[in-house]
């Protein structure tokens, strides 16, 4: 449990401040310079937030809604590719992992929610993360010395992919969406469905999803040695994929928090571009539990998420 004192300061009040002590000095420095003293000013620091806000004092950006349904690739780092300072490590179309700043690997760290994902992508670059964004409602990316507070190897940033699975607010009725997709350059089709139902009390939710792909088209012919494939075509060998799952999550509510638990699955069949004949069957089983007390007492908020993923 940790406790968080601090003052807050108008930053209006603070501005106006900063602006009267710079004409104050900016007039000092001209009577000296009439006079024909030589004066040395001292130097201030001023550190403060004019936008009164949290998110001020870090770098944060968020992927979601229409913007993130227009930005949605296949792969996380691609999705996050167009982002200023976030590239992607891409080891083909299937497996790719955020660049922040120039650092990946174990420098960047994963979230679901805000807990660990607990995969291996880091590892490696053929190593996919175990998320497709189909099933992801909202993406965040934290730079900047505050990423720190998620461990030491979230030194490059952090990247949070963050769903509904397990309700975490009172729901009125039903609701829901389905998407789907098609490309043309590895002939890409995708689809996905999502329902939520509940009431002041409960919350449901059911998401499902699919994405399978062919090879790659390039102009050009490439040599091939993949048992099955043509020797040769204007194809990146072994660049095909398979993917999908599922997600189910309930919860409880009352006037002063939650409890829910939620099940996610996910499997994917994908072809590593760098060997023709090695392909990676990728399965992860995640099973998570979210629970929160708010209180007007000593504590305003006790928050405990435990997840397990195999």
């Known amino acids: 449990m940790a406790f968080h004192f601090g003052l807050k300061a108008d930053p209006l009040k603070m501005g106006l401040c900063c602006l009267v002590s710079v004409c104050l000095a900016t007039q000092t420095l001209a009577q000296s310079q009439a006079s024909g003293e030589s004066t040395r000013l001292t130097e201030i620091t001023v550190t403060g937030n004019p936008m009164g806000n949290a998110e001020g004092l870090q770098p944060v950006q968020a992927l979601q809604s229409d913007e993130l349904w227009r930005e949605r690739q296949s792969t996380l780092g691609e999705?996050?590719?167009?982002l200023p300072g976030v590239s992607s490590s891409y080891f083909g179309p299937n497996a790719?992992?955020?660049?922040?700043?120039?650092?990946?690997?174990?420098?960047?760290?994963?979230?679901?929610?805000?807990?660990?994902?607990?995969?291996?992508s880091s590892l490696s670059n053929d190593h996919a993360v175990p998320h497709d964004v189909l099933s992801v409602e909202r993406i965040e990316v934290l730079r900047g010395p505050a990423a720190i507070m998620y461990g030491g190897s979230a030194v490059g940033g952090v990247v949070n992919l963050i769903d509904n699975r397990i309700p975490t607010a009172p729901m009125d009725g039903?609701?829901?969406r389905t998407e789907a997709g098609w490309s043309s350059?590895?002939?890409?089709?995708?689809a996905s469905v999502l329902l939520e139902a509940g009431n002041a009390s409960y919350g449901l939710h059911i998401d499902a999803f699919g994405?399978?792909?062919?090879?790659?088209?390039?102009?050009?012919?490439?040599a091939c040695s993949k048992s099955?494939?043509?020797?040769?075509?204007?194809?990146?060998?072994?660049?095909?994929?398979r993917a999908n799952g599922y997600a189910i999550?309930?919860?409880?509510?009352?006037?002063?928090?939650?409890?829910?638990?939620?099940?996610n699955?996910?499997?994917?069949?994908?072809?590593?571009?760098?060997?023709?004949?090695?392909?990676?069957?990728?399965?992860?089983?995640?099973?998570?539990f979210d629970a929160e007390v708010r209180s007007t007492g000593f504590f305003e908020r006790i928050r405990t998420q435990w997840s397990s993923t195999d």
């Open 228 to 241: 099955g494939s043509a020797s040769s075509a204007k194809k990146i060998c072994n660049s095909s994929n």
């Open 265 to 288: 699955n996910y499997r994917s069949d994908y072809g590593t571009v760098a060997e023709d004949a090695v392909t990676v069957g990728m399965q992860s089983d995640r099973y998570a």
């Open 96 to 120: 790719s992992r955020p660049v922040i700043r120039g650092m990946d690997g174990d420098r960047i760290k994963i979230l679901n929610n805000s807990v660990e994902s607990q995969d291996v």
């Open 249 to 263: 999550g309930s919860s409880v509510f009352w006037d002063s928090g939650h409890v829910g638990l939620g099940v």
């Open 211 to 222: 994405r399978k792909s062919d090879d790659l088209s390039v102009p050009d012919t490439m």
């Open 174 to 176: 039903i609701s829901g």
């Open 79 to 82: 999705t996050l590719g167009q």
């Open 185 to 190: 350059g590895n002939k890409e089709r995708s």
